[in-house]
């Protein structure tokens, strides 16, 4: 079976990978930690469903929470206060005081933005955006939940949000007058696809989507008519005790949807039970809604195609055919099985020894590293790796909000506009073949990640408004004190740590060629950290010197900072 379950314990590789993978960046004590774990058990700490929601966040204007209450200022509206949900989002990423549990619930509450993506400008209502973002946190982790909580039930509640409603003009569908673009992004993007990228056919009749047909489109359309803003938010929805569009009967188009042979010809009605007189009622509407996700759901090529989505952002960007008929049929087969929860088909993947192919690291390797880092994950891996904390976000939010509006702002120089994704159909990332993740590296975006690791490492200014790590305290906290002093030694401990690939590491040319990093690489390093420039006649025995007697600090200290640079500002640590 493509997905035989990994036995045995992980040790420091294989729990780095876990965790670079399924939360926003593991500290040195989290790969430790999970190093003694089977995967099995590694995969019940990270879904451990009790863990904590997170706190509501402040507005800077009048020092009260504003999301559940509404309560604003007179300078900063809904829309002017969606910058600061965006900057609240980032600090939950980087917060190192939760249980590993809440970064990979949060990591999932990222997948499902970048898979439902919403543009902030463009729904203009900060509310509206934290409902969702909201919606996607009580989905995640959905295993335990009843059946009301599964990506299929995910797919109803997201066609009547508000802020999908706003993005995608959904409150603009009206019966006589309907708007495709909800039902069209629906059948492309968010629910059945277009088959495997790479391999479209090119001589399908014009409106013939291979899965759907624009017939499909239409049809779609005119179920989802009828549904409309509610931005004073007190329509509410059962199950989920959130707000949702509300639904306007006399708008709704209540007249038989015929789809096309992709879907066996099905034929979507109002039950004749939940209508009054005939006429159209809010339990008819949402019942049109929830037969049109029933229908397209039950094709094999919906879980297919989800679970490709769930594949290259777990593990790598190219699925090929061979890799669709087996791993992806069996992902999709779990989740089909699973009543489309999320959770069980996650978990398989993370137990899997698919996910960790590289059982014996080799440099044929096609998992470890095979994910560049987006500039989230890069921004929040260095953070929790070193310990980096941001101010308190209800206590100190001013300095909160001007630390995460600063990591924003870097991160969109790196090519992220966080919460404003250039396409309707989201990052480009998460969804663009053949390039996927690679979109992210540029020749400036490089240079812009790298202006980061200066920012955060104090090499260009002394003025940062991130705090920069005590260097020599962590090294330090995270090494043994003959690691610590040993140069060699200490370059190496640390790019275990901080590197994917780094198995049979040796300073020797002439014995590196089953080596993660060539010799010639890590002398770089050692050039970088006691040589540039060298300041003793044996720089790698002074300090050897000044650690074990730890005189001379501000020495050891600039060193120390010139190694995280070298390391950080590399083609390898972008990798994940």
Not at 124 to 153: H, I, P
Not at 188 to 214: A, H, K, M, V
Not at 500 to 505: D, G, T, W
């Amino acid at each position: 079976m493509p997905l035989t379950t990994f036995t045995g314990t992980l040790g420091p590789s294989r729990a780095a990978h876990l965790l670079r993978r399924a939360t926003f960046g593991p500290t040195a004590e989290q790969i430790e930690q999970f190093a003694t774990l089977t995967p099995q058990e590694a995969v019940a700490l990270l879904f451990d469903d009790m863990v904590p929601d997170p706190i509501q966040p402040i507005n800077p204007e009048t020092g009260q929470e504003w999301l559940l209450t509404g309560v604003l200022g007179e300078e900063l509206g809904l829309g002017g206060l969606s910058d600061h949900f965006a900057m609240w989002l980032i600090g939950l990423a980087v917060d190192q005081t939760q249980p590993v549990s809440f970064s990979a619930r949060e990591k999932i509450v990222f997948f499902l933005h970048s898979y439902f993506t919403t543009q902030a400008e463009k729904v203009g209502n900060s509310r509206s955006l934290y409902y969702q973002n909201e919606l996607f946190r009580q989905f995640a982790f959905d295993k335990n939940k009843t059946e009301e909580f599964s990506f299929k039930s995910l797919i109803k509640k997201i066609s009547v949000d508000n802020a999908m409603l706003r993005f995608l003009d959904g409150s603009q569908n009206v019966k006589g007058s309907p708007n495709e673009n909800y039902g069209r992004e629906l059948m492309e993007l968010y629910s059945i696809g277009r088959g495997l990228e790479g391999t479209f056919p090119t001589d399908l009749p014009q409106g013939d989507y291979l899965n759907y047909t624009e017939q499909d489109v239409q049809a779609a359309a005119r179920v989802l008519s009828g549904i409309k803003l509610d931005e004073d938010f007190v329509t509410i929805d059962l199950d989920t005790d959130l707000p949702r569009g509300r639904v306007e009967p006399g708008a709704h188009d209540n007249d038989e949807k015929q789809f096309s042979n992709r879907f066996n010809d099905a034929v979507i009605s109002p039950d004749p039970l939940l209508l009054q007189n005939g006429q159209p009622t809010e339990e008819s509407v949402l019942d049109e809604i929830s037969q049109l996700i029933e229908m397209i759901t039950s094709q094999q090529e919906s879980a297919l195609y989800i679970c490709r989505k769930i594949y290259r952002f777990y593990v790598y960007h190219e699925i090929t055919e061979e890799l669709q008929n087996n791993v992806i049929t069996e992902m999709a087969s779990t989740f089909a099985t699973n009543s489309y929860k999320l959770q069980p088909v996650i978990e398989e993947l993370l137990q899997s020894e698919h996910f960790y192919d590289a059982i014996a690291m080799s440099v044929d390797d096609d998992k470890y590293g095979a994910i560049i880092k987006s500039p989230l994950d890069l921004v929040t891996g260095t953070l929790r790796f070193f310990k980096i904390q941001l101010a308190d976000f209800v206590t100190d939010f001013e300095l909160f909000y001007d630390q995460a509006g600063t990591l924003r702002q870097l991160m969109q120089r790196m090519g992220m506009n966080y919460y404003e994704p250039f396409e309707v159909a989201g990052y480009g990332a998460y969804h663009q073949f053949p390039a996927y993740n690679r979109n992210w590296i540029s020749s400036n975006y490089l240079a812009n990640r790298y202006d980061f690791i200066s920012y955060v490492f104090m090499m260009n200014t002394g003025n940062n408004l991130i705090p920069s790590p005590d260097i020599v305290q962590f090294t330090k906290d995270t090494f043994d004190n003959a690691t610590g002093a040993n140069a060699r030694n200490l370059i190496i401990a640390y790019i275990q740590y901080m590197f994917p690939l780094h198995f049979n590491l040796t300073y020797d040319t002439a014995a590196d060629d089953d080596s993660g990093l060539t010799a010639e690489r890590l002398n770089y390093f050692l050039q970088a950290f006691l040589y540039e420039p060298q300041l003793d006649a044996d720089p790698e025995g002074e300090w050897t010197n000044r650690w074990n007697a730890n005189y001379e600090m501000d020495v050891v200290y600039g060193q120390l900072l010139k190694l995280a640079n070298a390391l950080l500002q590399t083609p390898e640590y972008q990798l994940m």
